[in-house]
């Protein structure tokens, strides 16, 4: 069985950097407007984009999301990876660790992570489906413990469980689990989708137990239906499934606008976060922190120079829109005045959600 998890999480890896994976939908951000000032009155040099996020400090509000662990090459990439977080003072997570916790050979590759970077905000892994069938309380913390763990992130994959040909679509008791782990542990439980977003109605269950925060893992980056569809050896029917689902889910901004409205729970935005624009948009939608993973698993597969570039791009990207918008501070990024339209306008209003909440909030 690990064997062949791990045969699996390799497939996944090549196939991300050599396959076309991204989703043929949309994010919303492109639906999202920030209302230009021409008078900033700051200046770009003072810009700060220092941020706490769970009681931790960070040099900007960016998470390196969870990607990979359990193979041997990926022990590579977390280093390359953790090597960015420790250096640019950001929070990282990594992929599930249920490989490594079924076979202790390969916790190497993902103890790395924190060898490599011993101050980063970093943060563990294991899936929903292990929970509803068998993990509880001691796997929790043999994943904790693994990397050191400043929080612990639960991720829901439904449709890639429907999808994938070893899938375990098992969904029963998933919420009775998180709750016994938030009351059992002391490491902040956060929740993540993997590409197909999160509603505000899931979203209140999750902060009804105690989940600290929540990262919406949005449709429109990653679809992880095109990439088990090109495993190889996959199956016709598996392909036709993919292909039939590939429209699923919810778009990256409106589930930042639903967990925003339904909850006080911190949000992380992530989903087809490409560029330093997107960053500013998900802040100024709420939420607190922005995640980003398949072009810092390009980037790591690439060379050890390419993460920090990436960084500094997407830094400055970030920046350049703080100055344009008159923000010198995430804190104020967060008040900025904004534009709602197109696709994710109409969500907003078939859905009940405050479309005006971001306009003219200075008033």
């Known amino acids: 069985m690990t064997g062949s998890i791990s045969r699996r999480k390799m497939s996944h890896l090549q196939i991300c ?38 009681g931790h400090h960070l ?6 999301e969870a990607m990979t662990g359990g193979t041997r090459r990926a022990k590579l990439i977390n280093r390359r990876l953790a090597e960015a977080a420790e250096r640019y003072g950001i929070a990282m997570g990594v992929g599930s660790q249920r490989a490594a916790i079924e076979n202790p050979a390969l916790e190497d590759t993902f103890r790395i992570v924190r060898q490599t970077a011993p101050e980063a905000f970093l943060i563990a892994n294991i899936g929903a489906p292990q929970l509803s069938i068998e993990y509880g309380i001691e796997e929790v913390r043999k994943a904790i413990e693994m990397i050191s763990a400043d929080a612990l992130a639960i991720h829901l994959n439904p449709l890639q469980e429907c999808i994938q040909p070893e899938g375990e679509p098992r969904g029963k008791g998933v919420i009775e689990k998180i709750s016994r782990i938030v009351d059992n542990i002391e490491t902040p439980v956060i929740v993540k989708e ?7 109605n899931v979203a209140k269950l999750l902060q009804d ?3 600290r925060a929540i990262d919406v893992a949005g449709r429109g980056g990653t679809d992880w239906g095109k990439v088990e ?16 689902f590939s ?11 639903e967990v925003t409205q339904f909850t006080n729970t911190p949000v992380i935005a992530s989903g087809g976060v490409r560029n330093g624009m997107h960053v500013a948009k998900s802040i100024a939608l709420g939420a607190e922190m922005v995640g980003s993973a398949l072009p810092f698993l390009s980037a790591a597969m690439a060379g050890e120079k390419m993460v920090g570039r990436l960084l500094e791009r997407i830094t400055d990207e970030l920046k350049t829109a703080m100055f344009l918008t008159g ?14 339209s197109g696709a994710t306008l109409n969500w907003a209003i078939q859905r009940g959600l405050d479309a005006n909440r971001y306009a003219r909030r200075s008033d």
């Open 17 to 54: 950097v050599t396959e076309d994976v991204q989703s043929s939908r949309n994010t919303g951000f492109e639906d999202v407007i920030l209302i230009h000032n021409s008078l900033p009155e700051i200046d770009m040099k003072d810009i700060n984009l220092s941020t706490r996020f769970l």
């Open 59 to 64: 040099s900007a509000p960016f998470i390196i």
């Open 194 to 200: 993997t590409g197909t977003g999160l509603s505000g």
């Open 209 to 211: 137990v105690g989940v």
């Open 229 to 244: 569809a090109k495993r190889p050896k996959t199956a016709q029917q598996t392909v036709s499934k993919a292909e039939l």
């Open 247 to 257: 429209t699923w889910g919810i778009s990256t901004v409106a589930s930042v606008l």
């Open 327 to 340: 923000s010198d501070t995430i804190t104020s990024l967060r008040k900025v005045d904004l534009i709602l």
